[in-house]
């Protein structure tokens, strides 16, 4: 079976700082993979989404970016942390069905990050 | 207008009660309808998945989809305290990469 994890579950980091959080999916080959944020008591925001090794793409302009270092590693990085970089950043994994879409998406646990 | 219109709530009701969570979409190239539920501080669960217009039942867990309309529902029945979740639909069209969610609408059951 398939499974995704997430780390660190929470991360308390200063204005300024750099950030790495890691996404890796077991039991699965090829997946697009997808990164999150929610703030609290808010819907979700996609912030990447990638089909591929190497391959990136972003939905919303910000100081943050993303890495797919491996088929089933993905990486949420920044230089310098804002403060409004502050919620809860989730991983997710869709699998391209026979009908060529990708219509189920399982998440991962999440990050808590909190900028101070 | 949002692509995907769900009311964020909150809303309470009594344990035993049927929930009826909604949302409605205007782009009608959607095809495949998800729900989701997620706990305060963790990540979202997929719930019920549907294709195609008409209902589908999971145990107490209902989720219907109107096409025509561009409206879906999930209903809870017999509901439980530990039902107590936010749930977000979902939607996403043929050949798409990217879903498309609601809001979130929190419930909460009271015992």
């Known amino acids: 079976s398939q499974t995704i994890h997430q780390w660190p579950a929470t991360l308390v980091q200063p204005v300024g700082s750099p950030l790495s959080l890691e996404c890796t999916v077991e039991g699965t080959s090829n997946p697009n993979l997808y990164w999150y944020r929610q703030a609290a008591g808010r819907g979700l925001q996609l912030l990447f989404y990638s089909v591929g090794i190497g391959q990136i793409s972003s939905e919303v302009p910000q100081n943050l970016s993303a890495s797919r270092p491996q088929d089933r590693q993905f990486i949420l990085s920044s230089k310098k942390l804002l403060l409004s970089d502050s919620g809860f950043y989730l991983c997710?994994?869709?699998?391209?069905?026979?009908?060529?879409?990708?219509?189920?998406?399982?998440f991962g646990p999440g990050t808590r990050l909190l900028v101070l | 207008q949002k692509e995907v219109e769900q009311d964020p709530g909150p809303l309470s009701v009594p344990e035993g009660a049927i929930v009826s969570l909604n949302c409605t979409y205007s782009?009608?190239?959607?095809?495949?309808f998800m729900w989701y539920r997620q706990y305060s501080r963790k990540g979202p669960e997929l719930l019920m998945y549907?294709?195609?217009?008409g209902n589908k039942e999971d145990g107490r867990f209902t989720a219907q989809v109107d096409k025509s309309s561009k409206y879906i529902s999930l209903f809870i029945r017999d509901s439980q305290p530990s039902d107590s979740a936010t749930y977000l639909c979902?939607?996403?069209?043929?050949?798409?990469?990217?879903?498309?969610f609601g809001q979130g609408t929190r419930l909460t059951i009271n015992p």
């Open positions: 549907t294709y195609s217009s």
């Open positions: 782009n009608s190239a959607f095809q495949y």
């Open positions: 979902a939607m996403i069209h043929q050949g798409a990469q990217k879903l498309v």
């Open positions: 997710a994994w869709t699998l391209t069905s026979a009908r060529g879409g990708q219509e189920t998406q399982y």
